[in-house]
């Protein structure tokens, strides 16, 4: 009966670790289909989990706080594809620029408006979102509903076609008629979206208000699992449960001792999904190869 | 009745180059109209204005007499006007079904247009003749049934003109063939055709009438029967050509780079050059003919010391080469030089001044050196000898490499190459992208070179200049050599059947 409960409670917090990771994780995979590299993640879901958790606290209402999550989140992927795709700038730099801007800001910001080192006052009653079937929230079912909406779209939709097309061949949808610009900002909007649910989980619905740097590398760990499903939408949860499971496992094993091995460092288990993920890019477990025009910006050839 | 594309007076300019000057072109419905030009003559920008990928800063274009503005891809789709683009506008992890629909689905799900392009893919299967699995992905399709799901493609979005870009540049010559007929078809159904191509032979084959653009003008409208592949060139390049190389008799000494048994492989363990055995002889012009991406590159690259070699044996001056002597710059130093056929990526530095891609691979030459530091003002001075040498336009050594054309970065990087004194040259595709005044030039020395025994080995896609310069002709087909001839004993067809795999009889 222990041992049932155990493999219950890891289940379970498996499925919560696992939500923020897949919002971001999804997220990325529309934008990089698309043929923009985003590894911005990070600070779409920091600047989300911030904005959800002031306007949860203000509004008393965490869809409010749902929608200010989503409403920054976007904010951030528009600059991104400005830089990226209006001024065809570097993606990385964009990217990287927007996880320092993300971290910078949500802190400082937070400090000035509650002063309690950055962190939102404890959100309460409505101001969080509470289990509303098998004691997970609404926006735990959103993002799991997410995955086969992605997987519809990309596959039998005319949206979802010329995504595919503007991330391998930006040239073909030109001379198809189609505005790449147009595709890719769409694209980019949707990932702002998704970062904005995922954010909001964090702040929201998993912890009850925003602390600084909360993400804690989940945006990242996230590109790790869209490389491991290889850019595709029913792999990518494969991924995020495997990943919140590691996540899961090293809390549940903080000073246990395993028979045999003894106490496991829990940096060894935090460390499985990059060590994944290296076995994975190293050749293991077939070649991941990203959207062709992933990361280059279209422009015109002469 | 109003011709089906009338061009008044396009003009367009990128910064400081003049593309397109004043160009007026008319083209009558149901006709196959050639349009020819040497490389920069403003062929490949007056068509993309046409197709929408540019616009032009002045002028008219008229589609069936009416006056149609042409902003986008999408306006000339619109119009009725159609593109087969040189390098084609396919994205290989689609399938044929997918790249046909794209730009074209019928509505917001897949599902209903994909049942339509099914019925049109047999249609025009039935039709044309243009037979095509449309399950298959593109990137898996052969280059030649590439090229048709993009003609399919065309023709779905109901164009009533067709442009082509150079289409049998990638093509085996029976494939051109077939291309050729149906373009032939499209025309009997009324479908009005514009090829550009710099291939004269071509023109006097298929087109009814050709217009000749030189410097961004148009230099002549002419009706293909009354006109010859020597007035063309002509029109061309301004002045008269030699279409043929002139050469004497061969006089070949002792073999200088024997092959045997080579075998290449790429990164993933596939073999790209099977069981390959040749030699080439002082004073003698060996080429290798085949479509582009038989082997050729991997051979040319796997005796240059570029690329490991899988198995079989290199022999140079008649010493075998162990694997610590295949290195690029030992062998340069032993006499072995190589112009590679991708200058851009492996014979130049495009950002670099010219003197300093001139140097490249001779920069431990102690006529550069002044102590361990380079000497810039020598560099300079021997570029600028060899620029003379060479007529290299503009004649300036500290211009950065990009800016020349292509014909004239070739000529740097030959005479980098020639002037250091082979014994035996490797060369790759010595004038692609180079315009008739350099080819004619690049072909005279390299008969001057053979003349004066030096030994060549000659990989080109350009059939008519491997038949033309050398002294024998081996093909390439799958990475395996399936034939040998004499220029004056053989022609495009044999030549042809042997690049497409069939294998020698005799």
Known sequence: MDALSSVLVVLDSTLRLSIPLLCACLAGLWS???????????????????????????????????????GASVALALVHGFASITQRGNQIVSGVAINMLAAGLTATIGNAWYGQGGRTPPLEGAGRFEGVLLGHSALVYIALAMVPVTAFVLARTRFGLRLRAVGEKPAAVDTAGISVTALRYAAVVVAGVLCGLGGTYLAAALSAGFLPGMTAGRGFIALAALIFAKWRAWPALGACLLFGFLEAMSIRLQGVPLPGIGEVPVQAIQAMPYVITVLLLAGF??????PRAAGVPYVKER | MNPAIELIKIDKSFGPVHANRAVDLRVERGTIHGIVGENGAGKSTLMSILYGFYEADSGEIRVNGEPVRIRSSADAIEAGIGMVHQHFMLVETLTVLENVMLGAEGGA???????????ELRRLS??????????????????????????????????DILILDEPTAVLTPPEAEALFGLLRALRAQGKT??????????????????????????????????????????????????????????????????????SVADMLGVFRVQDVSFQVRAGEIVGIAGVAGNGQSELLEAIAGMRPVAAGTIRFEGRELAAEDRDPHELRRRGLLHVPEDRLRMGLVPQFEAFESAALGFTDDPAFARGPLLDHGRMVEDLAAKMEKYDVRPPSPRLKTSLFSGGNQQKIVLAREIERGPKVLLIGQPTR??????????????????????????????????????????VLCGGRLTGERRPDGTDERDLGLLMAGVEDAA
């Open chain 2, 126 to 159: 039935d039709d044309y003749g243009l037979v095509i699995d449309p399950d298959a992905e593109v990137g898996d399709l052969s280059v030649g049934l590439q090229q048709r799901v993009e003609i399919i493609k065309a023709l779905y979005r109901g164009a």
């Open chain 2, 193 to 262: 055709v514009i090829l550009i191509t710099h291939k004269l032979h071509e023109i006097m084959a298929i087109t009814d009438r050709v217009s000749v653009m030189r410097r961004g003008e148009m230099v002549a409208h002419l009706n293909t029967a009354s006109t010859s592949p020597p007035e063309l060139a002509e029109a061309m390049v301004g002045r008269r050509v030699l279409l043929r190389v002139e050469k004497g008799a061969r006089a070949p000494g002792a073999p200088l780079l024997e092959v045997e048994g080579l």
């Open chain 2, 433 to 474: 992208g180079v315009d008739i005044g350099a080819i004619e030039f690049i072909h005279r020395r390299l008969v001057e070179l053979r003349d004066a025994g030096v030994g060549i080995l000659l990989v080109s896609v350009e059939l008519e200049e491997v038949m033309s310069l050398s002294d024998r002709i081996l």
């Open chain 1, 285 to 290: 477990g077939g070649r991941a190869i990203p």
């Open chain 1, 32 to 70: 990089e289909r698309s043929g923009v590299v985003d590894i911005g993640l990070e600070g779409k879901l920091l600047a989300a989990a911030f904005a959800a958790g002031a306007a949860a606290h203000l509004t008393g209402s965490a869809w409010m706080g749902l929608l200010a999550g989503i």
């Open chain 2, 109 to 119: 799900l897949l599902a209903r247009g994909t049942a339509r392009v099914r019925a």
